[in-house]
Nanobody, 126 residues
Framework: QVQLVESGGGSVRPGGSLRLSCVAS????????MAWFRQAPGKEREFVAA????????YYTDSVKGRFTISRDNAKNAVYLQMNDLKPEDTAVYYC???????????????????WGQGTQVTVSS
């Protein structure tokens, strides 16, 4: 089992920044792949970014490329999402997710992640 605890959400104006954090506890190895997803009201949960434990490779959905940065601190079992130049369409509940190492093709699919955080609200509004 892995428990994920997120923090860092809030309300900002367009163009502002937020940094989300997610700390994993529990069985080592079950968070080899960690990712952020988001879900806006009335919409399906969508992939935002992912990063594997080793290798440093990162993956993003097109709408956040150049604005969001995912990073990990494996010593702390933590994953972060730095969000810059936020837009109203970024408003959503953001979820941290983790799983054993998966096929690359599975990283963007929420159905493949076994462990989820409780979610943190991000609101971008003027």
């Amino acid at each position: 089992q892995v428990q994920l605890v997120e923090s860092g959400g809030g309300s900002v104006r367009p163009g502002g920044s937020l940094r989300l954090s997610c700390v994993a506890s529990g069985r080592a190895g079950n968070n080899d792949d960690m990712a952020w997803f988001r879900q806006a009201p009335g919409k399906e949960r969508e992939f935002v970014a992912a990063m594997r434990r080793s290798g440093g490779h990162t993956y993003y959905t097109d709408s956040v490329k150049g604005r969001f940065t995912i990073s990990r601190d494996n010593a702390k079992n933590a994953v972060y999402l730095q969000m810059n130049d936020l837009k109203p369409e970024d408003t959503a509940v953001y979820y941290c997710a983790a799983n054993n190492r998966m096929a690359l093709s599975a990283l963007r699919n929420s159905a493949h992640y076994a462990y989820w955080g409780q979610g943190t609200q991000v609101t971008v509004s003027s």
